[in-house]
Structure formats: C-alpha cells, structure tokens
C-alpha cells in the first residue's frame, strides 16, 4: 500500500466513519474535501485501519518511528485530555479527569439514522432541531464529546438467576456522585468556549 503522512491517514479515516464504513463513497468524500490530495483507492479505506495491517511488521516499525496507522487514536481524529477543578481530590496532581475526544462527523449529518438509533435519539427530535441547516453544514461537522475518564460512580451487576443464560441485571448508577456530572459540564464549557476548537491541530482538521 502506498504511504501516507498522518494527517492523510486521519482524514482517510474520518471519511471513511463519515461513510459509515462505505469505501466507495468514502472515496469519493474525501475526493470532495481534498482535491489538491491524490485520491486513495477504494481498498485503501478498508485497509489502513485493517487487522492486516494492523499486524503488519512494517506498521509496527512505522509506529516506533512516530508514523503510520498505528500513531492515530481509533476511530477519532483527535484527542485531548484536561483536568477539572473537581480532579483536586486525587492523590495525583497532574493527572487528567476529562478526555475530549473529536470525530469527523458529528449528529447533525447522521443522514441514514445508525448514529441517532445508537442513541436512541428520536427522528421527531433530529428534524427540529438540524432540519434547518443546509445538507452541506450538517454534512461537514464535526464532533467533540468529553467523556469522565476517572469516574466516582460505582455501578453494580448481578445474576438475574442461577440460569447463566439469563442476562444479568445491570445497574449503571451514573452520577451517583454529582462530582461526575459536575466535572463533565465542565468538559461540555471547555468545548462550548472554544478552548479546543481555536488550538492549531484541531483547526486543520
């Protein structure tokens, strides 16, 4: 397979996800972004982030020397990590509580529906609140979701019975402790107040 730099892998990849997965229109999409670029083949969409390739030892030297497949972070296009105020109780004080992962694609251009289904996010709801916007601004967004890497919560699971093909009851007990909910919003402000979308990297996706 032909080599790419990272940031032609990360884009090859976001619109590959865009595509759900569909090489030839992810082809075709990434043609569309990136006309100056030379174009990838269909096939290259389903290998760069292939197990084959994935195990390849040419990957592997490729990753120890900071490139290749292996350097980006599965299925986003970019990562950050923060730590919020309510961090001050861990015995550590650097360590991050909040992690602020960007996708190539976002809700608004879930055009066939898998992402909302995901989420149980009603077609009712998705059309009122982005059916005004323009098929080609819902189709270039893109997502940013902070997620509580360091959790306080403690969820439980039991045996429903002592028939091991019953499914177990699972009691998720999110936000038990309001720290988690306190410390996501503040992850939800870090994005909302652009402190990550004006940042270098992240503008040239």
């Known amino acids: ?31 569309r972004r990136y006309p100056e670029r030379r174009l990838p083949d269909a096939s290259v969409f389903d290998t760069c982030i ?37 961090a001050s109780d861990d015995h550590s004080a650097t360590r991050p509580d909040i992690e602020l992962v960007m996708g190539g694609g976002s809700l608004a251009g879930d055009l066939l529906g898998i992402l909302r289904s995901l989420l149980g996010v009603t077609d009712q709801w998705y059309w009122k609140v982005y059916g005004s916007l323009p098929l080609n601004v819902r189709q270039n967004s893109f997502s940013i979701n902070p997620v509580l890497i360091r959790p306080r919560s403690v969820g439980r699971l039991k045996l429903r019975t002592a028939n091991f093909t019953d499914p177990p009851i699972i009691h998720m007990n999110y936000f038990h402790d309001p720290k988690d909910l306190k410390a996501l919003v503040h992850g939800i402000r870090l994005v909302s107040d652009d402190f990550i979308v004006l940042t270098v990297k992240f503008r040239s996706r």
């Open 50 to 86: 292939g197990s084959l390739l994935a195990a390849s030892p040419v990957s592997a030297v490729s990753y120890m020397a900071g490139r290749g497949p292996l350097t980006l972070p599965g299925g986003a296009v970019g990562l950050a990590f923060a730590r919020s105020s309510l």
């Open 1 to 31: 397979m032909a080599s790419y730099s990272n940031e032609e892998y990360a884009d090859i990849i976001m619109c590959y996800g865009f595509c759900q997965g569909v090489s030839r229109a992810a082809r075709t999409e990434y043609h």
